[in-house]
Every structure is written in C-alpha cells, then in structure tokens.
C-alpha cells in the first residue's frame, strides 16, 4: 500500500530514496528523521522556515510565506540615571570578576 501524503509539510520535504526513515528539506537541504508522523517535520519549518509554517493550524501554507505583522516593542519604563548605568556596569563588572565568567556571558542587548 502506498503512503498517503496528506500533510501539507510534504510541499517542504522529500524521501531520501537510500533511507526509506530519513526525509529531506527542500529549503536547506537538512536530513530529519521520519518514521510514520510529520511532527519533526513541521517542527523544522517552525523554528527554521517560519515564514513557512502557519502557527494557526500547525501546518504549513503557501499563505504563511506572506510576511507576517509584528508589534515594536514599547518601552514604557523611564531612562536610567547616569549613577545608575555606573552601578550596574560596576556590578556586571564584579560579578565576571568574582566569578571568574568569560567576558561574553554579558555581551550583547
């Protein structure tokens, strides 16, 4: 009996012809492991491929290639004091010291 391709995650991926367990992506070419379910499948899309991944239904959609809306984020809090900016770089500063952390552990936003 042939297998019934009914998930919509089946336009993103193929069978890997050599390994009947493995299946293909056609966005990035990654191996992913399938046995009878196409979660690992929509899983990839969902965290690799957003854009085609319909978070909706949980399938993927020619319509979730659209580019989507997202909100800017408002920050409602006031600025920091000048004092206050020195205090928390003296203690980011004490806590890599102390701690003997990598300086990367604070880096970024």
């Known amino acids: 009996m042939a297998s019934k391709k009914s998930s919509k995650v089946w336009e993103y ?3 890997v012809k050599d390994d009947p367990k493995k299946v293909k992506c056609k966005l990035c070419q ?3 492991s399938y046995h009878t379910t196409t979660i690992n ?4 899309l969902k965290r690799l491929h ?3 991944h319909d978070d909706s239904s949980g399938s993927t959609s020619a319509s979730a290639a659209a580019p989507r ?7 409602l809090r006031p600025p ?3 004092k206050r900016k020195k205090e928390i770089t003296e203690k980011i500063a004490e806590f890599v010291a102390l701690d003997m952390r990598p300086v990367r552990i604070v880096e970024g936003e």
Do not use: N
């Not at 499948?41 to 990839?44: D, F, P, R, S």
């Not at 809306?69 to 920050?75: E, F, N, P």
């Open 50 to 52: 957003p854009q085609f």
């Open 69 to 75: 809306l997202t909100q800017k984020k408002i920050d």
């Open 13 to 15: 991926f193929e069978k």
């Open 30 to 32: 990654q191996l992913l």
């Open 41 to 44: 499948m929509a899983y990839h």
């Open 80 to 82: 920091l004091s000048e």
